[in-house]
C-alpha cells in the first residue's frame, strides 16, 4: 500500500489562504517530492472569503484602484521562492474581456458592465473583486495539480484536537510534528499534520462596554450596533428621520452611508458647476458623527507627480535599523524609529515641491536636500530650514497636525463644528485630487513603502512592550488615516449628505454615554459645548482583535484548550492584551508559556505578526507576499520531514475526509 500523503488543513480559505496556495505551489518542487494532501474550509466562497464575498451590497467598493491590486508574487517581492508576474485586478478584467483568460464561469450581465467600465484608475466593487479573487484561488489550486490535491469543505472548524491512533489518548508523534484531528460544524473531522489557521477579519463577542450598551438599548427600545463588519449588521431597526449617533468615521463609516444612503433608494447628481447634490428617498435617518480626530480619512489620491519619482526610504533603511540593535538591547518606536519615519517622509513631501513646484520654494533642491540630511526631523535647525526655503505656512509639513488637525482647538457651538469639519474636507479633497498638489502623493508613497518595510526591517522581539502597542496602535492608524481612506467621491458624497442635512458632525474628542433618565444616548465632544441625544448608537468600526473574545468557534477552541494565548506586553500602565493570537517570527502558534506549538500555523490580522493585508500594490515588495512565501516554505519544510519517516503512523482510512460535508 503506497504511503499516505502528508496533509494540512487551512481553518480560512479567503485570499490570505489563496495566497499561501499560490506560493505552495511556486516553491513545491524544491522542497517536497511527492503527493500532499490540502483541506481548505471555508463556509464561504473560497478565495474571497467572507470579507470579499459576493454576496454583499453591490454599491460598496474598495478603497484601492484596479492599478493597485495584485494577488501575485511579482519580482520585486524579496522571498526564498520563485516570482510569479500575474495579472492584477485591472489586467485580469483586460485579459476576460478580450478572451485572453478563459477560465472563469459566467458572469452576471451587471458584472460584465463593470468590467468593460474598469480603468487602471477606477475603484472596483467589493463584487467584482470577489470574482478576481476566486479566480486566483482556482489557479492557485490547480497549480499545485497532479501531485497535490486540494479538497474544499464548505464548512466551519469547531476545534483542532490531537489524535489519539490506537486508542492512546496523547498524539502520535513523528518527526514532522504531532498529528491532529480537525472537527467540523457539520459532524465532520479532517486528520491534519499541520494546521493553518488563515481566517482574516473574524468576529467578536460583545466586549463589556458594548454589552452594556446593547442592553440599555434593548431595555429601553432603542437600537445599538456593536463593531462589526458593517455589511453584516442589519440595519432595518433604523427608521427614517430617525435621528442616530455615529463614533468611528473611518472606513466602517463610509460603507454605513452606503447602506443607509444610497443603498435606501437615495441618489447623488451633478450640478452644472461641478457641485454634488443628494436626492433623498424619504426613508433615510439623520446621522451625527464624530470620532478622535472628529474627521473621515483622508481621500485617496488622483494626482500624479510633477517632480522627481519617490526614492527608496533614505533614512528608515537597513544599515540605519541594524545600528540601533547594535546599540540598543531594545528599541523604542518613538525614540528611534519614528525620527527616521518621519523624515523620510518629510524628504518625500519637499523633493516634490522643490522638484515639481520651484516656484514655490527658495533655493535649490540639492542645497536643501545636503542641509536636510544632516538634520534630525524634531530639531529647530530642520524647522528653520524649512521656513526659510518654504514661504507658505500651509506648504510646510506637519505631521502632528496632519494626525490631529483639530488639536488643541475650542468650538464655540454646532455652526463651528460643521463649518470647521466641512471645510476640513473640502481642503482635503483640493490637496488630494487637484493636479497642483502631488506632495501629497510623495508623502503617500514615502509612508507606503516604510510601512511594508517596517515588518522585514525590525524583527518585533527587538521592540519594548510600549513600542508594540505603539506600532499595532497608533502607528497602524496613522497609516490607515493618511494612506489607506476612501475614494474622493466618497469625500463629496460626504459633503453632499451634510448639506442635505442629513450628516451632522460632532467633531473631535467624541464621547457618548447611556442616559437611563431619558432612555436614550447622549453624545458630545469634549473640544464643544454641542451636546445631542438618540434612540440609536451605531459603533462604525470593525471590533477589536479578541482571542478570549473572538466569535469564531475554532479560535475559541484554541485559546480554552490552552494551545494559544493572547499576546500580552508589560507596559509603564501595567500587563497589557493587545487581544492578538501570540505567535512566532515564522508563524507557530506560541503556547502560555511561549512554547511553540509543533503543527501549528497562523496568519492574518488578528495574529501578533506585523500583519499587511492579504493583497497589495504591484512591484511594492509587498509584506504579504513575503509572509506568505515564507510560510509556505516552512510548511513544505515540515511536510518534506514528515514523508521521509519510514512509515507513516495512523490509519488510512483517517487520511483524508471524513466527513458529511461538501467539497
Known amino acids: 500500500m503506497p504511503p499516505i500523503a502528508p496533509a494540512i488543513v487551512f481553518i480560512g480559505g479567503g485570499p490570505r489562504s489563496a495566497g499561501v496556495l499560490e506560493r505552495l505551489a511556486a516553491n513545491k518542487p524544491d522542497l517536497l517530492d511527492g503527493p500532499v494532501s490540502i483541506h481548505v474550509v471555508e463556509p464561504h466562497e473560497p478565495g474571497s472569503g467572507r470579507i470579499w464575498r459576493y454576496d454583499q451590497a453591490p454599491g460598496l467598493l474598495l478603497n484601492s484602484m484596479a492599478a493597485d491590486i495584485t494577488m501575485f508574487t511579482d519580482g ?41 467600465a474598469l480603468g487602471p484608475d477606477s475603484f472596483p466593487t467589493r463584487q467584482l473583486q470577489s470574482k478576481y479573487l476566486e479566480w486566483f484561488f482556482r489557479r492557485a489550486v490547480a497549480a499545485l495539480e497532479p501531485d497535490a490535491t486540494v479538497t474544499v469543505h464548505r464548512d466551519t472548524a469547531t476545534a483542532v484536537e490531537p489524535w489519539a491512533a ?40 460583545p466586549d463589556p462596554e458594548s454589552a452594556r450598551l446593547a442592553d440599555f438599548a434593548a431595555r429601553h427600545g432603542g437600537f445599538h450596533a456593536a463593531p462589526s463588519y458593517t455589511t453584516d449588521v442589519d440595519y432595518s431597526a433604523v427608521a427614517p428621520g430617525q435621528d442616530v449617533l455615529v463614533s468611528g468615521m473611518g472606513l466602517a463609516f463610509v460603507d454605513l452611508l452606503v447602506l443607509l444612503f444610497e443603498g435606501r433608494g437615495g441618489r447623488f447628481e451633478e450640478r452644472p458647476d461641478g457641485g454634488l447634490d443628494y436626492v433623498p428617498s424619504g426613508t433615510e435617518p439623520r446621522l ?46 518613538r525614540t528611534h524609529l519614528w525620527p527616521l519615519i518621519a523624515k523620510d517622509a518629510g524628504y518625500a513631501y519637499y523633493r516634490e515641491l ?25 530639531s529647530r535647525r530642520r524647522e528653520e530650514l524649512v521656513e526659510a526655503a518654504v514661504p507658505d505656512p500651509s506648504l510646510r509639513l506637519d505631521l502632528e ?14 455652526a463651528a463644528v460643521q463649518r470647521a469639519v466641512a471645510n476640513y474636507i473640502e481642503r482635503d479633497l483640493r490637496l488630494r485630487t487637484e493636479p497642483d498638489h502631488s506632495e501629497s502623493l510623495a508623502l503617500f508613497t514615502a509612508l507606503l513603502r516604510v510601512y511594508m518595510e517596517l515588518g522585514r526591517l525590525v524583527p518585533q522581539e527587538r521592540l519594548n512592550a510600549r513600542s508594540q502597542q505603539a506600532v499595532h496602535g497608533w502607528w497602524h492608524g496613522f497609516f490607515s488615516f493618511v494612506d489607506s481612506g476612501p475614494p474622493p467621491h466618497r469625500l463629496r458624497e460626504m459633503l453632499a449628505l451634510h448639506r442635505a442635512g442629513l450628516l451632522q458632525f460632532l467633531g473631535p474628542g467624541m464621547w457618548i454615554r447611556p ?40 479560535l ?48 492574518g490580522p488578528w495574529t501578533s505578526g506585523w500583519g499587511a493585508g492579504a493583497f497589495a500594490r504591484p512591484g511594492t515588495n509587498a509584506a504579504p507576499f513575503r509572509e506568505n512565501d515564507a510560510l509556505a ?20 482510512q483517517l487520511a483524508g475526509l471524513l466527513t458529511k460535508g461538501t467539497s
Open 76 to 116: 520585486s517581492v524579496a522571498c526564498d521562492g520563485p516570482a510569479l508576474d500575474g495579472p492584477g485586478l485591472a489586467g485580469w478584467a483586460s485579459g476576460v474581456l478580450d478572451g485572453s483568460i478563459r477560465d472563469v464561469p459566467p458572469f452576471e450581465p451587471h458584472i460584465q458592465a463593470q468590467l468593460r
Open 166 to 205: 490506537e486508542g492512546r489518548d496523547a498524539p502520535e508523534k513523528h518527526d514532522g510534528g504531532p498529528r491532529y484531528r480537525v472537527r467540523l460544524a457539520s459532524g465532520g473531522e479532517l486528520e491534519a499534520d499541520l494546521v493553518v489557521y488563515s481566517l482574516g477579519h473574524t468576529s467578536s463577542k
Open 288 to 333: 451625527w458623527a464624530g470620532s478622535r480626530r472628529g474627521v473621515p480619512y483622508h481621500s485617496k489620491i488622483s494626482s500624479t507627480l510633477r517632480g522627481e519619482p519617490v526614492a527608496p526610504p533614505r533614512y528608515f533603511t537597513e544599515a540605519a535599523v541594524d545600528s540601533l540593535l547594535e546599540a540598543h538591547d531594545e528599541l523604542d518606536f
Open 354 to 378: 522643490f522638484t515639481g513646484y520651484p516656484e514655490r520654494t527658495r533655493g535649490g533642491w540639492d542645497t536643501f536636500e545636503q542641509r536636510f540630511d544632516g538634520l534630525d526631523w524634531y
Open 401 to 414: 497636525v496632519l494626525d490631529q488637525p483639530f488639536s488643541g482647538c475650542a468650538f464655540a457651538d454646532h
Open 515 to 554: 442616559d437611563e433618565a431619558s432612555g436614550r444616548f447622549v453624545a458630545g465632544s469634549f473640544q464643544s459645548p454641542v451636546v445631542v441625544d438618540a434612540a440609536a448608537y451605531i459603533e462604525a468600526r470593525l471590533p477589536s482583535p479578541s482571542v478570549s473574545g473572538s466569535a469564531n468557534p475554532a
Open 556 to 603: 475559541t477552541d484554541l485559546h480554552d484548550a490552552g494551545w494559544g494565548t493572547e499576546q500580552r506586553l508589560l507596559t509603564s500602565d501595567g500587563p497589557h492584551s493587545t487581544g492578538k493570537l501570540l505567535v512566532s517570527g515564522s508563524h507557530e502558534i506560541l503556547a502560555p508559556d511561549g512554547g511553540r506549538q509543533a503543527g501549528l500555523f497562523a496568519v
Open 633 to 652: 516554505r516552512r510548511l513544505l519544510t515540515e511536510l518534506s520531514a514528515i514523508r521521509a519517516q519510514p512509515s507513516r503512523p495512523g490509519k488510512p
